[in-house]
């Protein structure tokens, strides 16, 4: 019977000759492990880019977008009006904007001669703005403030009415703009049905759209559009305030008025200077309003600065003097809020020492 031999469970390390690893068969030729040296230290010589500085940039990158988009939109275009302003451009140049005749301060000089027609009507307009601005403005932060103050308190729906509230501020401009011209209408509108049929306070339908009337529907449309911005900051600011300080005085004796006035208007100081600045700013620019509201030719009683500015541009095709006129009005808002910014850091000063 024959005997095989039994496998070495140790093949590999029969003999003294048998290497315990096999080397690869295959290796880089010393000319391309030489360039991959080469080409690591190529990279290895490149400047990098701290990750400080990479950090920091990004920001930046994220704010590019929105920077590019405000450049096209607003300072190209101002710039080109600020252009305009100084040339002749009427309707015989229109095709050609750069053949416009070079005219200086002329348009500025015909826009703030008030005793000529085109100063004269611009110094009007100015007038109903700045009535206008004064009355939607205050009005709205008034209506604003005190709804907020009295929807502090809990009790059921609240959130409902805030909601509700917030509507006018939500709404499309045009869409609540159209509805109100709707409502003013003299034979079918809603105003005159509720105060000549049903109050009976006028004694005939009155016309709103034109004639004196024609600015206190303005003043009503844009208070009913801005009273619930004034609400949601002051709202949202109560919030800060802390209920100790209500507690702390209703038990010293102080009522609500006092209350309102000796802790939540100094509370909202600093909110309501950066609100009523930009309500500012807002309704003196307003255009959509007496635009939509009514139409191309706005009445004496409601002829705002924005809308004079069109007619004067669009209506008579003279782009320079229009252009001007935007430079004076841009020059006017310019000063006046660098005048409410200078007053009301030097009264934050005086109240914190």
């Given at each position: 019977m024959t005997?095989?031999?039994?496998?070495?469970?140790?093949?590999?390390?029969?003999?003294?000759?048998?290497?315990?690893?096999?080397?690869?068969?295959?290796?880089?030729?010393?000319?391309a492990g030489d360039d991959v040296l080469k080409s690591g230290g190529a990279r290895s010589r490149l400047p990098r880019i701290p990750d400080r500085i990479r950090r920091g940039g990004l920001?930046?990158?994220?704010?590019?977008?929105?920077?590019?988009l405000e450049l096209l939109i607003h300072i190209v275009p101002m710039a080109i009006g600020i252009v305009m302003s100084f040339r002749g451009l009427t309707q015989f140049f229109i095709r050609n904007w750069g053949q416009a005749p070079w005219t200086g301060l002329h348009n500025f000089k015909v826009a703030v001669d008030f005793d000529a027609p085109i100063g004269?009507?611009?110094?009007?307009?100015?007038y109903v703005?700045?009535?206008?601005?004064?009355?939607?403005?205050?009005?709205?932060?008034?209506?604003?403030?005190?709804?907020?103050?009295?929807?502090?308190?809990?009790?059921?729906?609240?959130?409902?009415?805030?909601?509700?509230?917030?509507?006018?501020?939500?709404?499309?401009?045009?869409?609540?703009?159209?509805?109100?011209?709707?409502?003013?209408?003299?034979?079918?509108?809603?105003?005159?049905?509720?105060?000549?049929?049903?109050?009976g306070i006028t004694d005939k339908p009155s016309f709103w759209l034109i004639g004196d009337n024609s600015f206190y529907a303005l003043v009503i449309v844009a208070v009913w559009k801005s009273w619930p911005f004034a609400f949601l900051m002051v709202m949202a600011a109560l919030q800060n305030i802390p209920r100790e300080l209500y507690e702390a005085a209703s038990i010293d004796g102080a009522g609500m008025w006092q209350q309102i006035r000796k802790i939540t208007l100094p509370s909202l100081r600093s909110v309501n200077q950066v609100l009523v600045l930009v309500l500012f700013l807002w309704t003196f620019n307003d255009f959509n309003t007496p635009y939509v509201l009514f139409g191309r030719s706005a009445p004496e009683a409601a002829d705002l600065v924005s809308v004079h500015i069109y007619q004067s541009s669009f209506d008579t095709w003279n782009f320079g003097s229009g252009s001007a006129m935007s430079v004076l009005l841009l020059l006017f808002l310019l000063l006046v809020t660098a005048v409410y910014l200078i007053c009301t850091s030097r009264g934050r000063k005086s109240t914190d020492v």
């Open positions: 005997s095989h031999p039994s496998p070495d469970p140790h093949p590999l390390t029969r003999g003294s000759a048998a290497p315990l690893v096999r080397e690869p068969s295959s290796r880089i030729p010393p000319a920001p930046y990158l994220l704010l590019l977008p929105a920077l590019v004269k009507a611009l110094l009007h307009s100015f703005t700045c009535g206008f601005t004064v009355l939607a403005v205050g009005l709205s932060w008034l209506i604003g403030t005190g709804v907020a103050i009295l929807l502090q308190e809990n009790f059921r729906g609240r959130g409902l009415l805030r909601t509700v509230f917030l509507i006018p501020y939500a709404l499309p401009a045009y869409a609540a703009i159209i509805t109100w011209a709707f409502m003013f209408q003299r034979d079918n509108g809603l105003v005159n049905h509720v105060l000549h049929d049903q109050l």
